[in-house]
């Protein structure tokens, strides 16, 4: 079912940037929210807090790197006068409709709507919190003369997110057991409790500065989450062919329901459209490419590590991808990558890709290559993550046990026919590719977190900004700082990039050479390696500094106009 703002939205006033207060012309309660009707007729304009699709696939923070920086890797955001995600509109609508949904005589549909609208409070204050950390809980809708809530402090991040959990409960036991790849279900309502109680629980370990309690409490809930879906939804893992079977569940039309929870729907049919396609291969978005640590850490086909290999920092693009888990070659293109339903082979295309290593994921048939014109669902919640969510959280509390992996971690990776992690293995032998990485992880499972941490990057590229959470709730946020690399070059000179007896690029210094069927890109103006003529990886945007703040970029700062209306309000820590 397709979801669209309806003028009855309009009408009560959900459009709306601050905490606006009830609309004096909006429809009267007592003559509307009579029926169930009534109830999911306003309900549908929550599902616009839901993530676009340029949400979900336009990462930019270190897997996916783009020809430009965001102000947090550069350590440029500032105080932002108004605005800044200080938003509460959505909040106003949701606790609107939960003031007066009871005006409906029928309780089972009073309840099931109630549960969709604290999921989406719950979604909402998720959201709140990750950025600005403490802020007011509000469950009412304020009247104009309450001086007293339009004043309200900041409350406790720790209350905040007590109430969260209670509207997840509160949903999860009224919402339909029903799966609805369009609807949000108790099987939405109990992922985003996994997604929300592993966050909160890794972000109270991993920050002591902020004294914050129960983080065992939260990683056990996301567990208890996990575990009944896990157990009840009856959703699988995807699987097809192993070489294209991680590829197919994005490229598809529709969301395959069988793993994707809840999705984004978009068609030809009702002209609704994303951009993927477009920005995959052009240069209007950024060019963007995985980034080269990104690359190195997927394993071996056979489960051990690229970077055990002896030279394998030196390895020219052919080489590297050979033999390796084969999510690599269906999250970018590899040789002999062919476009979905077409036979002619390509190799990456420089001017659609800064660091050489193209993407795929998502991309569709030619056909929906126009601007603005791909329909490929696009996945906000699917069970792959709620597996991965369910392993990190055993691991963080110490619980997990080579069983919990199989009936995890294993399912993921053996749509692709990869080996699984071996616990003892793991935790006997730390990678320490990975573990330099995170210096902030110690303990006697570090080993297997690693490795929970590896297989999260690899299958969520790309997906719903996750990368970003995860950094900023594991206290990571040096990894922003440092070059962003693509492909390793020894220098000017003709390359093959899939070894077919054409040259596919020529890297040139001087004299701009004709090479018919070739891409020519010139070393120091159109390509930069980091030590110039003498070779080495891609190096983008090396000319701008990128910085990390630790005592202050862990959080938004609020806006000074707030403040200003708001003498209860208080900064963040270090922002002025």
């Known amino acids: 079912m397709k979801r669209t703002i309806s003028c009855l939205a309009i009408a009560l006033g959900l459009v709306s940037c601050n905490l606006d207060l009830l609309p004096q012309d909006a429809i009267a309660p007592e003559t509307f929210f009579k029926t169930e009707n009534d109830l999911q007729l306003y309900t549908n304009s929550f599902y616009n807090a839901l993530p676009g699709a340029e949400d979900v696939y336009n990462e930019d923070v270190d897997n996916v790197v783009k020809t430009s920086l965001r102000d947090e890797l550069r350590g440029t955001r500032v105080v932002p006068t108004s605005g800044g ?122 920050h002591p500065e902020y004294n914050l309690p129960n983080a065992d409490k939260f990683l056990d809930e996301c567990i208890a989450a996990s575990d009944e879906l896990m157990k009840n939804s009856g959703y699988t893992i995807y699987k097809a062919t192993p070489q294209t079977a991680y590829q197919k569940l994005f490229a598809s039309d529709n969301a395959i329901a069988e793993e994707v929870i809840l999705a984004r729907d978009f068609s030809d049919e009702s002209q609704v459209y994303h951009n993927l396609n477009y920005y995959t291969m052009t240069a209007s978005y950024g060019r963007p490419g995985l980034e080269k640590r990104l690359v190195n850490s997927y394993l071996m086909a056979d489960g051990s590590r690229f970077t055990d290999i002896q030279g394998y920092d030196t390895m020219q693009f052919f080489e590297e991808v050979q033999n390796r888990d084969p999510r690599l070659s269906q999250t970018i293109r590899t040789p002999g990558y062919t476009r979905i339903g077409e036979t002619t082979r390509l190799v990456p295309e420089f001017g659609a890709t800064v660091t050489g290593y193209q993407l795929i994921k998502f991309v569709s048939e030619p056909k929906w290559d126009t601007f603005n014109k791909d329909i490929t669902d696009m996945p906000i919640f699917r069970y792959a993550e709620v597996l991965l969510n369910f392993a990190e959280a055993k691991a963080e509390r110490g619980t997990l046990t080579q069983a919990d992996l199989d009936r995890s971690i294993k399912l993921i990776r053996d749509r692709v026919g990869m080996p699984t992690i071996h616990m003892a293995d793991a935790n006997a032998k730390p990678d320490p590719y990975q573990a330099e990485m995170y210096p902030q992880l110690k303990g006697a499972n570090k080993g297997v977190l690693l490795e929970i941490r590896r297989e999260r990057r690899v299958e969520l590229v790309m997906e719903n900004f996750f990368r970003w959470d995860d950094i900023i709730r594991w206290k990571e946020g040096q990894l922003l700082t440092r070059p962003f690399k693509g492909m390793y070059f020894p220098g000017p000179g003709n390359f093959d990039l899939d070894k077919d007896g054409k040259v596919d690029l020529v890297i040139y210094e001087g004299t701009k050479p004709t090479v018919p069927g070739a891409q020519i890109l010139k070393l120091g103006s159109e390509i930069s390696l980091e030590n110039g003529n003498k070779g080495g990886n891609i190096v983008i945007n090396g000319h701008i500094n990128k910085s990390w703040n630790e005592a202050r970029d862990y959080l938004y700062p609020l806006p000074t106009q707030e403040i200003l209306l708001n003498p209860n309000l208080t900064q963040n820590p270090n922002w002025k």
Request: glycine share 6%; proline share 4%; charged share 20%.
């Open 85 to 206: 995600g200080w938003s509460w509109g959505t909040l106003r609508n949701i606790n609107y409709f939960l003031a007066n949904s009871n005006k409906c005589p029928d309780p089972k549909a009073v309840a099931k709507y109630n549960g969709l609208a604290r999921f989406f409070r719950a979604y909402f204050y998720f959201g709140m919190v990750k950025r600005f950390g403490d802020v007011p809980w509000y469950s009412q809708p304020i009247e104009s003369n309450n001086e007293e809530m339009l004043t309200k402090a900041r409350d406790p991040r720790a209350m905040v997110m007590d109430s969260v959990m209670a509207d997840l409960d509160y949903a999860i036991a009224n919402l339909g057991n029903a799966r609805q790849v369009n609807t949000v279900t108790k099987w939405t309502a109990l992922a985003l409790k996994s997604r929300i109680a592993l966050y909160e629980g890794t972000f109270r370990k991993y």
